[in-house]
Each structure stands twice: as structure tokens, then as C-alpha cells.
């Protein structure tokens, strides 16, 4: 058995209560502020398999969960093109405060979840769901799907070529390490990064706008990943 920890870090297109970063509403419910369908997609699996998502609660344009702390972009002064004015002046000492209050606790939440399942299962999975839009670069974002892994990591590169190779089996065009690379700074990348030599794998999701957007496109996939994310951790 392989312990399971799911994840959305953009959930959640909303700022917490009070906050105004000067950025229109349409711009705010975009990509530049959150997934679209990510967080549906990883519900839908939640459901099917009897577990909860460590699901982010505000906006990336607030802080990017799926950023390291130290990241320069972990507040964005600007984010897929879109200017932030709330986060263009704050000084370091706002910036650490703000990181304290929502990124750390995520992180630490997601960090413990998956130690746990290491000290119970000796090996785990961390699945997290994002999504893509294939306006960015239609020439070349012509899937479905992708899934982001390390490909020379010895214990996670097979789960997720399962996982492709499941998921195409299902009707889905899908491709490995597509829109972007399994070891970009990211949070699936540093729970990796943390645990050398460890069974752990941290594989991620990238929906495109295409299919989350879609009429039941979510709900389609969800019913496609959770048997498969159920039969590898199932595994001996």
C-alpha cells in the first residue's frame, strides 16, 4: 500500500476578507488569480476515493502556494502578464508576515500529511491538480492533459507513466512534462527535494481550459484519474 495525499494549491480565485490588491474582477476570476477546474477535478477524485484535499483558500495574485518561500513570484507583482498594484510596494517585513500567515501553515500542512503517510506506508504520493490555458500557446497546447514528474526519479517515474499511459487509454491526449517541467520550483518539486532517497513521489495534474472548462470535462476526468491513482497505491 502507498499513502495518498491530494493538493490544489489554486483553488480559490478569492482574497481574503478586506483585501482590495487594485486588480479588475475579471481579471481576478482569470488565470492570472487561480486554476479554473482544479479544484473540482481533485474534489471529484477526493469523493471517489474517501479522502480530503489540502486545497488552497485565496488567490495566487495573493501568495502562489505553488511557490517557494523564497521565491521572487511567491507574491507576484505581476502574474501571467497582469499587474498586482496591492503587492508592488510592500517591504520585506509585510512580505515575511504575509508569507508566515498563508503559505507557511499550507505548506507545513501538505509536509505533514505526507510524512505521515511515509511513517505509516514507507511510500507515498503527492497528487496535485492544476490547470492550463491553451490560449497561452495554441500552436503547441493542443492536449488534454499533462502530468509533471522527474523523470530520473527512480520510484516516482513509473507511477506517473502508469498514470499517462491510463489516462490514454481513456481518451485523453496527454503528455509528460507538458505545459511545463516536473522540476520547476514548485511545491510537488521541494516535497521531493526534502526527501532523498525516500519512496515518495510528487506528481502533478495540468488540466487544459479545453476540458475543465468543458460541460462535465471535470467530473470526465476526475472518473478517469481516481481508479488509476487507486490502483497504484493499492500495489504491494
Known amino acids: 500500500m502507498i499513502g495518498l495525499v491530494l493538493t490544489c ?15 479588475d474582477g475579471d481579471v481576478l476570476r482569470g488565470q ?12 471529484g477524485v477526493a469523493a471517489r476515493l474517501g479522502l480530503d484535499v489540502h486545497a488552497g483558500t485565496y488567490s495566487r495574485m495573493w501568495v502562489d502556494l505553488n511557490r517557494p518561500a523564497d521565491h521572487p513570484d511567491v507574491i507576484p507583482r505581476v502574474s501571467y502578464g497582469e499587474p498586482v498594484p496591492g503587492n508592488a510596494d510592500l517591504d520585506d517585513a509585510a512580505r515575511a508576515a504575509r508569507i508566515a500567515a498563508y503559505h507557511a501553515p499550507y505548506w507545513d500542512a501538505v509536509s505533514a500529511a505526507i510524512d505521515a503517510e511515509l511513517t505509516t506506508h514507507g511510500a507515498c504520493v503527492q497528487f496535485s491538480s492544476h490547470s492550463f490555458d491553451p490560449a497561452l500557446d495554441p500552436a503547441n497546447r493542443t492536449y488534454d492533459l499533462g502530468i509533471l514528474y522527474d523523470p530520473a526519479h527512480p520510484f516516482e517515474a513509473p507511477l506517473a507513466e502508469q498514470l499517462i499511459a491510463g489516462l490514454t487509454a481513456a481518451g485523453f491526449d496527454v503528455r509528460a512534462n507538458q505545459p511545463y517541467g516536473g522540476t520547476i520550483p514548485a511545491l510537488c518539486t ?40 487507486r490502483a497504484l497505491v493499492e500495489r504491494a
Open 9 to 23: 494549491e489554486h483553488a480559490d480565485w478569492s482574497l481574503p476578507p478586506g483585501v482590495d490588491l487594485g486588480v
Open 32 to 43: 492570472a488569480s487561480w486554476d479554473p477546474g482544479a479544484h473540482a477535478i481533485i474534489a
Open 190 to 229: 521541494a516535497m521531493r527535494d526534502a526527501r532523498p532517497g525516500q519512496r515518495f513521489a510528487g506528481i502533478e495534474l495540468e488540466t487544459s481550459y479545453a476540458v475543465s472548462l468543458a460541460p462535465g470535462g471535470c467530473a470526465r476526468v476526475a472518473a478517469a484519474v481516481a481508479p488509476l491513482l
